[in-house]
C-alpha cells in the first residue's frame, strides 16, 4: 500500500495533467506497466520457468510497454505515456528516473552479461531517445528526445545527438526548478557550429573584399537566393540563441 501511495505521489509531481487518485489508478499504462513488472521481476529472480516472460508479455499487450522481467527498477520511476517504452534485461533504472514514450534501453552485444545501460538516480530520458550498450547515465542527466546514447555521461549531463553528444550548461541552470523537463531549451551545438562558421565565412568574404576593392561575393547554391539563404542562416542563429538562453520562460510541459 505505501508503495502504491508513493506511486500515485510520483505522478502527481511529474505529470502536470494528472487530476486525481481515481485517473492516475485507472489511466496510467506506464505505471500499470512497473506494477506487471514488480510481479514478474521476482519470478525472474527465483528462476521460475516461463512465467515471468508471460507476464510481461501480457503487460506489453495491455499497456504498450516492455519491460524485461530481468530489469531492475527502483523507487519512484515514472513512465509517462508509455507506449513503444523498451527496457532490457540488463537495465537498471535507479530512483526517481523519468522515462517518456518510445524510449529504448537496449543492447549492443549477443553476450549474456550486462548489455543494457544503467541510469542513475534523477535521469530524465526524452522522448523517442535511445540509450544502448554497458554505459552509465549519470544522476540528474537528462538525454533529449530523438537522441542516440552510445557511451557513458557524468553526472549532470545534457545529452542530445546521433550519436548523443555531451554539452555544457550556463552556471546554475540544473537548479531552476523543472529544469530536466524542459527540452525545449536543451542547447543545439549544431546550429551554434554552423552559425559560426557562416559569420566567419561572411568576414572572410568581407576582407577579401576590401583587399581587392571589388564587391562582397556570396556564393548561393543552384535554385536559391541570396535572401533565402541569408534567411535560413538568420532562423539558424536564432534557435541557437534561444536554446541557449537562460532567461527564457519555462516550460514545465517541454519534455512530452
Known amino acids: 500500500m505505501l508503495r502504491l501511495v508513493e506511486d500515485i505521489r510520483t505522478v502527481r ?10 485517473e492516475i489508478l485507472l489511466c496510467y499504462p506506464g505505471l500499470h506497466a512497473l506494477w506487471w513488472h514488480r510481479i514478474a521481476h521476482p519470478l525472474w529472480r527465483w528462476r521460475v520457468p516461463l512465467l515471468p516472460r508471460l507476464l510481461s508479455h501480457l503487460a506489453r499487450f495491455f499497456t504498450g510497454v516492455e519491460i524485461h522481467p530481468g530489469a531492475t527498477i527502483g523507487r519512484r520511476v515514472f513512465i509517462d505515456h508509455g507506449m513503444g517504452v523498451v527496457i532490457g534485461e540488463t537495465a537498471e533504472i535507479r530512483d526517481d528516473c523519468l522515462i517518456y514514450q518510445g524510449v529504448t534501453l537496449g543492447g549492443t552485444s549477443v553476450s549474456r552479461g550486462k548489455r543494457h545501460p544503467t541510469l542513475e538516480e534523477h535521469v530524465v530520458i526524452g522522448s523517442g531517445a535511445k540509450v544502448l550498450g554497458n554505459i552509465v547515465i549519470g544522476h540528474h542527466s537528462r538525454v533529449g528526445s530523438g537522441s ?52 566567419q565565412v561572411q568576414e572572410l568574404a568581407r576582407e577579401m573584399s576590401d583587399l581587392r576593392q571589388q564587391p562582397v561575393f556570396v556564393a548561393v547554391p543552384r535554385g536559391l537566393t541570396a535572401e533565402q539563404v541569408e534567411q535560413a542562416f538568420r532562423s539558424m542563429s536564432e534557435s541557437a540563441e534561444e536554446s541557449g538562453d537562460g532567461g527564457a520562460k519555462a516550460d514545465p510541459g517541454a519534455g512530452i
Open 13 to 22: 509531481e511529474k505529470d502536470p495533467a494528472a487530476r486525481g487518485a481515481l
Open 148 to 199: 542516440v546514447v552510445v557511451k557513458s555521461a557524468p553526472p549532470r549531463s545534457t545529452i542530445v545527438g546521433i550519436p548523443g553528444r555531451v554539452l555544457e550548461e550556463q552556471a546554475g541552470e540544473g537548479n531552476r526548478p523543472g529544469h530536466e523537463l524542459e527540452h525545449n531549451r536543451i542547447p543545439d551545438p549544431m546550429a551554434r557550429a554552423i552559425t559560426a562558421l557562416h559569420e
